[in-house]
């Protein structure tokens, strides 16, 4: 579990970006934070690995808080995977880089293997695992940072912004993957722009702008509200579009899922038919 | 004449195993926006790289078959040269901007060119306007935020007056509301100014409506190219990953429960609401 209460964090040249953020997240549960560009969503989830300190406030992982502890410690049951992942990777072939944070944290060479090569194989990497990370596309970079943080299968895992450069399937691979964490009862909180992304996931959604959490829902009813998206820079995902357009139909407008809007809208038409 | 002609493309960086565009072939016609996507790795990136000479003279490796970018063998001219035609922009605006102020990030290349003073402050004042950053130009690059900066790179481009622009997934970095502002940046340079766009896209649903043909790449090779319409409207293009937009997959699947919404394949979620109306409305 986390509790961050209150959180103020200062950079140390001197801007404020988070103003007072309290959020409990409790295990097992699935979390999207969204909001513009530097509203402090990366600031906010580095506090949950101990990569920064509140200013004042606290953060407490577990019971513990990150001030009376280490990130090396917090590492084995948080796991975190950049934004950029050339700020993570540096080793000089895949396979290095995915075993370098099991090696230390002490797993024996056998078990180093096979959580290597089930890793490669759950993000598509295998073909690649004698290369250079730095050989590979923007994509499958990213995919090798988040194959070396999920090989030492971490309690909770923050992901910032997951879905960036990657394809159709393979957004709908993470999908699927973070469905599978939480029948684990996996801790999972993405940072994320991806409307689309949050949409066919579903997470509980929590909104920041300007170091401040502003709103806080279910993905349902935070992104199908014009007015608080469109305050923090998101616009609304396209089956919420077309709903709001829908309205003279009698339509609900609070819809984000392609099946139930082709329910409904079936539906409409079976109502015209009978009039 | 064809802006952009590539004949039996083929690229192997230099080590790589195996080649990273396999016998490309595509024509791009002057002032069309153009959209390539794919799944990642499919040679997007590469084939970019190729429109300006940072391959092959830069990234060296095989390259084989032939380029014309803008009159120009690609072979033949380095970089420096094809950049008078060609301007790139990044993913990362932040790689890019470098100068202690927006205007003179954006003057940089110009400067170099040795050109007068004065058509140098025209040119900026022009650039700077055009993606309504004339407000920002005395701020240094690294105090604006990213959608900003990302449109200080693309002023910084279009200040050289080059004939294409391509952008390599420019707004992966920026909010959504961001991202639509550079995208509507770079339609408007398009059908104004007539630039030639050759833009980089996973995400379909934000950037299909401003296409006038669509690449669709996969393991290196051109598996669909034409209009977008057309594309997306085939249920094979799903079969390699690529995400069509939302609006068009509902239309798909209402068309195949037998609903009547109209024969013309939405690519945004304003053109299928209409055709929704219209099918299911009063009047």
Known sequence: MIEARDVHYRYANKVEALKGVSLTIKDGEFLAIMGQNGAGKSTFVKHFNGLLKPTSGTVCVDGVETTKTSVAALARNVGFVFQNPDHQLFSETVEEEIAFGLKNFGFGADVVEKRVTWALELLSLTQYRKTSPFLLSGGERKRVALASVLAWDPQMLILDEPTIGQDHEQKDK?????????????????????????????????????????????????????????????????????????????LPKDVIDIYEAEKLILNAEENKRQQ | MAIIETKNLTYTYPGAAKPSLVDVSIKVEKGEFVLITGPSGCGKTTLCRCFNGLIPHFYQGELKGEITVAGEDVLEHHTYEMAKHVGLVFQNPENQLFALSVEKDVAFGLENEGIPREEIRKKVDWALNQTDIYSLRERSPHEISGGQQQRVAIAAVLAMGPEIIVLDEPTSFLDPLSAEKIFDVIYDLNRTQGITVILVEHRLDLTAKYASHLIIMDEGRVRFEGNPREILSSQETRLIGVGIPKATLLYQMLKKDGLNVGDTTPLSSEELADELLEALGNQ
């Open chain 1, 174 to 250: 993470l999908r699927q993957f973070i469905m599978q964490m939480q029948t684990q009862g996996k801790t999972v909180v993405i940072v994320t722009h991806d409307v689309e992304f949050v949409a066919e996931c579903n997470p509980r959604v929590v909104l920041m702008s300007e170091g401040k959490i502003v709103a806080e829902g279910v993905g349902k009813e935070i992104l199908t509200n014009p007015k608080i998206l469109t305050e923090s820079s998101i616009v609304l995902p396209q089956i919420a579009q077309i709903f709001t357009k829908l309205s003279p139909l009698g």
